[in-house]
């Protein structure tokens, strides 16, 4: 492997990160992202207020924090800030208004464990072949719980599990935006949380090759209303200046019948001028139960973007909150979910806009192939009224293949200033007669033609992972779904 390049110099974290005070609380973060929030290192339950601390009131929380204990955990703090929050946590329902169109009962019908960690010589069989193009720093998380990294990593950086990592991102960065803007499943994260892959990449630093980190989950094979559990956590740092790549690929290990829920949390901050290119390719098997969490910090001038691509899984869902929080700030997301027959694609992101000069482009792109399928966007881009000569766009292009699949959409553009570019547009339809027609008119039977236009359908967001040997696997999987529905017309 060719060595990355990095023109940083290690120790130079403790010299840039300021001291700044919000009330009587002192918070060494840097500026930017000083939002009043306490460390959790701060907040820290003791053992006996936790067992003073208020019966849980919610019967399935109840049930998940007794089967979720970690026995050994390298993330204490937030285990006992999120176990104390647990008390009046409740599961969402169909009545409350981010989840009416999302029937969680596959997972609230089910118990859920910790599994036994499978051995290196089964998770060899799962992540052998499952490479990229180039050469990665390749990290394999299995059950949550980082079990191997390889690959050349920068002088002063680090990408590893919490054994290792530098203190002081652990202390001010780890779970401080899941606590303030985190969900309920993050919450049910960091209560049972046993490792969390941390990236750091100090100032003016390049990674050369990307982070690929490959989240494996166990499965709890036939035994039927039980689920293998695992709560995998991403932490990533960048500093002023700095780049990478990181591409969180989620896959099972048994697709065929093996169920697992996953609830996986990605926290990350961009300093001033810092670049991340973000991947989230989810390849479970059909069984599966996959909500995910990514929550953003942008800094002035900072670029985020996403690019992430749904096939598999019985039930997933994935929250994206960013926030910019300095100008001339760029934020690009693209989305293609496929909902197969019984599937359910859940997408919900907010993006707030607070400074001048920003940019943030959206796509999202899904296709219900049956009847039993279902897919949610709720997108929410904010320009607020200091975020003047914003250029903003969202779409969302949407695709039934059956007459009674369900797409529930609802974009949500909202402008407070009055200097601004933005664009907005929405379209639930089956495939275009003119579209058609005109591929006919090539000599292009009627059946070839429509699997044509489904299977290009994807392509424009597919491409975008840039990675040859990534987007094969995606494709192949997306195939195998495809084919099945046109293979019963």
């Known amino acids: 492997m060719q060595p990355s390049s990095c023109s940083c110099a290690s120790g130079r974290m403790q010299a840039r990160i300021p001291t700044c005070t919000n009330g009587s609380s002192l918070c060494r973060r840097p500026t930017h992202f000083c939002l009043a929030r306490t460390p959790l290192s701060n907040t820290r339950c003791s053992s006996s207020a936790l067992a003073s601390a208020q019966a849980i009131e919610d019967p399935w929380i109840e049930t998940f924090s007794a089967a979720t ?23 969402p329902t169909l009545r409350n208004e981010e989840y009416r169109f999302t029937e969680l009962a596959p997972l609230t019908q089910a118990s859920v464990f910790l599994p036994e960690g499978p051995s290196d010589a089964q998770v060899a069989e799962v992540v052998d072949g499952r490479v990229l193009d180039q050469e990665t720093v390749r990290v394999v998380v299995v059950d949550g719980v980082v079990r191997s990294v390889a690959g050349v990593i920068p002088e002063g950086a680090y990408v590893g599990g919490v054994e290792g990592a530098p203190k002081d991102i652990l202390q001010f960065s780890l779970g ?8 309920p499943f993050a919450t049910l994260n960091g209560a049972a949380a046993r490792d969390c892959t941390v990236i750091y990449v100090p100032e003016n630093c390049t990674f050369m090759a990307p982070i690929h980190v490959i989240n494996v989950s166990s499965s709890s094979g036939s035994i039927e209303g039980n689920l293998a559990f695992s709560a995998p956590r991403l932490l990533a740092f960048l500093e002023a200046g700095s780049s990478a790549a990181i591409v969180e690929e989620f896959v099972s290990m048994a697709r065929s019948n093996g169920s697992h829920a996953s609830f996986s949390v990605a926290e990350i901050e961009l300093d001033d001028t810092a ?6 390719v989810e390849l479970d098997g059909n069984n599966a139960i996959n909500i995910k969490s990514t929550l953003v910090s942008q800094g002035k001038e900072s670029t985020y973007s996403l690019t992430e691509v749904r096939l598999g899984g019985q039930l997933t869902r994935h929250d994206v909150g960013i926030v910019q929080l300095g100008e001339r700030t760029n934020t690009e997301m693209k ?12 997408l919900h992101t907010k993006l707030k806009l607070d400074h001048p000069e920003g940019t943030a482009n959206q796509v999202h792109k899904c296709i219900a192939v049956s009847d039993s399928s279902k897919g949610v966007f709720d997108g929410n881009v904010k320009v607020n009224r200091l975020a003047q000569r914003t250029d903003a766009g969202q779409l969302s292009r949407n ?18 200033a009055d200097d601004v570019k933005c664009t907005h547009g929405c379209a639930v339809s089956d495939l275009e007669a003119d579209q058609l027609f005109y591929l006919q008119t090539r000599g292009i039977d009627p059946a070839s033609a429509r699997k044509m236009l489904v299977y290009s359908f994807g392509g424009e967001v ?17 195939t195998t779904t495809l084919d099945a529905v046109f293979s019963r017309q």
């Open 176 to 183: 401080s935006q899941s606590k303030s803007r985190g969900g």
């Open 399 to 416: 695709l039934l293949l059956a007459p009674r699949a369900t797409v529930n959409v609802k974009p949500n553009l909202q402008i407070v």
């Open 335 to 346: 989305h293609f979910l496929l909902a197969g027959e019984g599937q359910t694609h859940d």
């Open 69 to 91: 204990a970690p026995s050994s955990s390298g993330l204490p703090q937030l285990n006992d800030v999120c176990r104390e929050a647990m008390a009046t946590l409740r599961m």
């Open 462 to 478: 597919m491409q975008k992972l840039n990675d040859k040997r990534l987007i094969e696997r995606a494709t192949d999987q997306a």
């Open 275 to 280: 670049s991340l290119t973000h991947k989230f």
